[in-house]
């Protein structure tokens, strides 16, 4: 029997629903579209969707559930809510920064912050940064202050810091 997911982030766009899944599943493994409803006839005089139009997306990133529903422009993405993408080298945080900052913005953000096209915001970082942050008070305190020169993380830098700091 499969587990189901008992909390599962809702997305909201205005009309851009089916664009960013479609980008957003792009870029995850293991991710895809589970299901589609269409707004109906019914409610037509609250929702002013056309009838047929995508109302919301189920859909997974690599494993983890989410729904992306075309509500309107009513609200809009910031910073309190966002996405931490967790990276096992170098390589995979180049990876989910460059898909995910296209035709974002990554010029305002440091610390591995992102915002994409739609103004989701996401944190790419690596794994290793965990053990960094906690290597003791002396290599912390260089390791931080290092990483809040940099907007993508450069662990290299960061093991660098380190070894410097030994």
């Keep these: 029997m499969a587990t189901i997911q008992k909390i599962i982030p809702n997305l909201w766009f205005d009309c851009e629903a089916e664009e960013a899944v479609t980008f957003y599943t792009s870029i995850f493994e293991r991710s895809e579209v589970h299901k589609i409803t269409r707004f109906m006839k019914a409610g037509e005089e609250i929702h002013r969707k056309e009838e047929g139009s995508v109302m919301t997306i189920d859909f997974s ?97 960061l093991e660098t810091v380190k070894e410097q700091s030994l």
């Design 61 to 157: 990133l690599d494993g983890q559930r989410f729904v992306a529903l075309n509500g309107g422009p009513h609200f809009t993405f910031n910073e309190a809510i966002s996405f931490i993408v967790t990276c096992a080298t170098q390589e995979e945080v180049d990876y989910y920064w460059d898909k995910l900052s296209q035709g974002g913005d990554e010029s305002a953000q440091q610390c591995g912050w992102l915002k994409d096209k739609f103004g989701v915001s996401w944190q790419v970082v690596p794994e290793r940064l965990t053990d960094l942050l906690h290597a003791g008070p002396p290599i912390a305190e260089k390791v931080m202050k290092e990483m809040l020169k940099m907007k993508k993380i450069d662990l290299n830098a």
